[in-house]
């Protein structure tokens, strides 16, 4: 029996042969997988046909179409792309490699010399599949969140449109303002305030300097004003008042009031027939008791609840008073010192005289109406203590008495 040829024959004629490197194609492709040639195109009379030598095993999807590509191809059967421009992370040294191994090494210029016959190829049509060969677009979306965390980082260096009376103790003070600053239970400074205009006003919810805090302030309580290069303090006819800290003895009279640590004392002055009443008699009997002391004046202690508690009458020459020792004592206040200040009693002139005895918290008496300014007064308005500071004055030895 003959042998079987017919077989081969029909894939044959199927296939359709290069002109230029006689390489067999299958039928519908339009360029040589080997060369890059256009099928059905005569080569070049100069260019001798030359088979390529197989190149390294590459990926079998062309991205420019998404046709498949047979291994070992060096040019795509459909749009005529070359495998080193489907794939540039194929290495040179790998191509050149697969050139190497090639039959024919004589031919390697032709080879690389196929891409320009390549110049009539049209265009591929699907637009989709050359999305993964185009990078650009990936970094102009990063733009703006790479300028976006910045943004807020120079919010905080930016100043305040306005500069509240308000600062800090610990800013560097200015010497060209003066001041107030508020003195912390432990003695440290807190808050300051800047007194600028030509009128300052405290209070609790109206005025330029607002303590919301304090039940004890009244709505505008007090006012700070410049009057010829001098500062004064005045009452706006509050209910507590404002209590200043002596600097050294001051004369009271008679309905001033007095404050020692929590203790709010106040001064009654005795008329002449409260002095002395002489002995009393019942029923033509003398009245059995302590022995008369003559007295001058009393201190009445006043309460939170607006009513007098204790009276304390003043009839030494000198009445102490303090937390542990003195004349009058009151054990339950941790803000008395242990001898806090003294009252002496001047009967010739018929006045009391209050001293402060180096107690820690000092001792203050209140005024009404106004008040001039000296560098470094302290005073209190309701539980707010003050220092005044005044530019380019020196702090001045003590308060005259009055």
Do not use: W
């Not at 050139?99 to 016959?117: E, H, K, V």
């Not at 001792?363 to 008040?371: K, M």
Request: proline share 12%; aromatic share 4%; glycine share 8%.
């Amino acid at each position: 029996m003959p042998p079987q040829s017919a077989a081969p024959a029909a894939p044959t004629g199927a296939l359709e042969r290069c002109g230029r490197c006689n390489t067999d194609n299958p039928a519908g492709m339009r360029f040589c997988r080997m060369c890059g040639n256009t099928l059905g195109a005569q080569p070049p009379a100069a260019a001798p046909a030359a088979a390529p030598a197989p190149a390294p095993a590459l990926p079998s999807k062309c991205p420019r179409c998404a046709s498949m590509v047979e291994r070992g191809a060096a040019f795509c059967g459909v749009c005529g792309l070359s495998t080193t421009d489907m794939f540039p992370a194929v290495s040179a040294a790998a191509v050149g490699a697969a050139a190497g191994a090639s039959p024919q090494p004589q031919q390697p210029a032709p080879a690389q010399a196929a891409p320009p016959p390549v110049a009539p190829q049209p265009a591929p049509p699907p637009a989709a599949p050359q999305a993964p060969m185009i990078p650009a677009p990936a970094p102009a979306p990063q733009s703006p969140p790479i300028a976006t965390p910045f943004a807020p980082v120079s919010m905080p260096m930016s100043p305040p449109a306005s500069q509240p009376a308000r600062t800090d103790a610990s800013a560097s003070p200015d010497a060209a303002v003066a001041r107030i600053v508020t003195i912390l239970k432990d003695g440290s400074e807190g808050q300051v305030y800047r007194i600028s205009g030509a009128t300052t006003d405290i209070g609790r919810t109206e005025g330029n300097i607002l303590l919301a805090d304090d039940p004890y302030l009244s709505p505008r309580h007090a006012r700070i004003t410049v009057r010829d290069g001098q500062y004064y303090l005045r009452d706006l006819g509050s209910v507590n008042g404002i209590f200043y800290k002596l600097r050294e003895a001051m004369s009271l009279t008679s309905g001033d009031v007095v404050l020692l640590g929590q203790q709010v004392l106040r001064l009654e002055v005795l008329s002449e027939h409260e002095t002395s009443f002489g002995p009393v008699s019942h029923y033509g009997v003398m009245v059995f008791g302590t022995p008369e002391q003559p007295r001058i004046a009393r201190l009445v202690q006043l309460t939170t609840e607006g009513i007098p508690r204790d009276v304390h009458h003043l009839f030494r020459e000198e009445t102490v008073v303090g937390r542990e020792s003195g004349d009058i004592v009151f054990t339950d206040d941790a803000f008395l010192s242990r001898r806090h200040a003294t009252f002496r009693v001047d009967r010739a002139n018929r006045r009391v005289v209050v001293s402060d005895l180096g107690s820690s918290n000092g001792t203050l008496v209140q005024f009404r109406g106004e008040r001039e300014l000296q560098n470094g007064d302290v005073f209190r308005l309701g539980h707010h203590l003050f220092r005044v500071d005044l530019p380019g004055r020196a702090r001045a030895g003590g308060a005259a008495p009055r």
